[in-house]
Every structure is written in C-alpha cells, then in structure tokens.
C-alpha cells in the first residue's frame, strides 16, 4: 500500500471491491476502478506540472464527479486542495487566487469569465486547466490534462498532521 493517506484508502477500496460503485451521479456510475484511474492521473498530471508536496491547487467545480476526482487527486500528489466558491467574481477569485499562494487552478469553463478575468492578476498560478471552452489562450485543455498522467501511485509519502484541505 501506499505511504499517502488518501492514495492508501483509494487503493485498497481499488483492490478490495473495484467493480463498486464510487460515484453515482444522475444516471451515471462510476465504479472504483474508473475513479481510481483518474484521480491517479490527475495526481501524476499535477506533479508533472511541478507541484510538489504542501503546494496549493485551487480548483472551481460544482459538486460533480470532477470536483471529487480532482479534490482526490490533488491530495493523492501531496498537495493541498483550494476550492474556490463558484459564485466568486473576477475580484474574489483573485484575491482568493494570491491568498491561497496556488500554483495551479483547475476550474469548469462554466466560471471561464470570472477565473480569466483574474487570471492575469495572480501571479503566483502558474498553470491554468480548463474543462471546456474559454477565451484565455495558453491554458491546459482537462481531460489532456488528465490523460497525461499515468494510472500509477506517486507514493508521495504524508504524515497525518498534513494539511488535507484549506
């Protein structure tokens, strides 16, 4: 198992029951397994991008799948989720943006207005990763994103007293 607290429950649940359902969303069902494959992804896609351990990722999605696998994922990378209220405007997505100190932002195109209105105000995001269309070029288009990880355990090694979630 998995020196993560959070890669370690998923990863059991993964092994011990994978066909189950994670998820149930409408219609949907998402089993462990599918989860599991991307929430992996998406915590070796972030290291890619260079978050490392106690790094802040900001993320901006309703209560879907994607806000879950993302929140998962981020914390499966060592590093410390930021949701951001989706009903901010530009100016508290940026100042939430600096407060945070976030390296990355991963938001749903539905907010594309508020989050590129402010994007150029916080300095400190370095990546932006988009789930749909918008007008700010140079940003990571989701689902690339999460297909460029890779369905393995990053084995980033967390001690309880971590920060799980700001």
């Not at 993560?4 to 998402?30: E, K, M, P, V």
């Not at 209560?63 to 989706?86: L, R």
């Not at 288009?141 to 309880?160: H, T």
């Amino acid at each position: 198992y998995s020196p993560n607290i959070i890669a370690n429950s998923l990863i059991c649940r993964r092994t011990h029951g994978g066909d189950g359902d994670f998820i149930i969303f409408g219609d949907r069902h998402i089993t462990w397994e599918q989860a599991g494959t991307r929430i992996l992804k998406i915590a070796q896609a972030l290291i890619k991008l260079g978050v490392e351990k106690d790094d802040k990722v900001l993320f901006m999605f309703h209560n879907t799948p994607d806000f879950i696998e993302v929140n998962m994922g981020i914390q499966i990378a060592g590093a410390v989720p930021v949701p951001m209220n989706y009903r901010y405007v530009a100016s508290e997505a940026e100042f939430q943006g600096n407060h945070s100190d976030a390296k990355v932002l991963i938001y749903d195109s539905i907010w594309s207005e508020a989050v590129e209105a402010a994007a150029p105000k916080i300095p400190n995001v370095k990546h932006f990763v988009r789930r749909g269309d918008g007008e700010m070029e140079n940003v990571i288009d989701f689902e690339e994103f999460v297909a460029s990880g890779v369905d393995e355990d990053p084995q980033v090694a967390q001690e309880w007293e971590d920060v799980a979630v700001m």
